[in-house]
């Protein structure tokens, strides 16, 4: 019989935001595909777990993913982890989802955090309706995606890497005006901000206070009050 791929969701900053779950499937399964062996070491070491390690990552994806489905089709186990939150949510593993499910093989969720989610809970913004885009183009098609965006009529998250904030924020002023958006920062860890405002106030904000570490920017529908 087939073995099962479970999905595992993982601490985005905090390493008690696990489920009981998660640590019982990772202490089980015969095999954990992980983005960085070294960091989910430090998680399983954490939770006194010794479960083997393979790396599954954006470079070497498309040839693991046949690997493991091999060993998922023989009856292995298997769990799928990223450095942080949800894996496949801007993070690999879809590949592998899609090769074991057109394999037969079963794939199950062991859901946790997202960062998306995190911040759209603390936003205070709408989330009847949302669109997550994950990180926006770097040059090519940058502007055309923007202007795409800012006709969604709903509330737009958007992850950014450090440093990179106010820059995109400056560009967000431009393609959206100035809507109502929050920043979320280094959720759940040590340095954990949230700032809301307009695009603008939140651009005067960490343009007069360098503000380091991972984030995620979510803007509202257009005429928000
Ligand atoms: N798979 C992850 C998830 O479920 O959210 C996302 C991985 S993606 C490579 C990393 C990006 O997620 C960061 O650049 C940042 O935008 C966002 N992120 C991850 N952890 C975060 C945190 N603790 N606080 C704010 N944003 C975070």
């Known amino acids: 019989m087939a073995g099962t791929l479970y999905v595992v969701a993982t601490p985005i900053g905090n390493l008690q935001d696990i489920s009981l779950r998660a640590l019982e499937i990772l202490g089980s399964v015969d095999l954990i595909a992980a983005e960085d062996t070294r960091h989910t070491g430090r998680l399983l070491k954490r939770h006194g777990l010794s479960t083997r390690m393979i790396s599954y990552h954006d470079h070497n994806e498309i040839a693991r993913s046949a690997e493991?489905?091999?060993?998922?089709?023989s009856g292995r186990q298997i769990a799928l982890v990223s450095d942080a939150g949800t894996p496949t949510i801007s993070d690999p593993g879809y590949r592998l989802v899609r090769a074991a499910a057109e394999a037969g093989v079963t794939v199950a969720p062991i859901p946790g955090p997202a960062a998306a989610l995190a911040a759209l809970s603390v936003s205070g913004l709408p989330t009847d309706r949302f669109l997550f885009e994950g990180f926006l183009p770097r040059r090519k098609g940058r502007q055309s995606r923007l202007a795409e965006l800012a006709g969604f009529s709903g509330t737009v998250i958007i992850y950014e890497a450090?440093?990179?904030?106010?820059?995109?924020?400056r560009d967000l002023l431009d393609a959206f005006g100035n809507r109502r958006a929050a920043l979320c920062r280094e959720l759940t860890k040590l340095h954990e901000t949230v700032l809301r405002g307009t695009l603008d106030e939140l651009r005067a904000a960490v343009e007069a206070k360098s503000l380091k570490g991972e984030c995620v920017l979510l803007i509202a529908k257009e005429g928000l009050d």
Do not use: S, W, Y
């Open 68 to 73: 493991l489905v091999r060993e998922l089709v």
């Open 162 to 169: 450090p440093g990179r904030v106010p820059a995109t924020l």
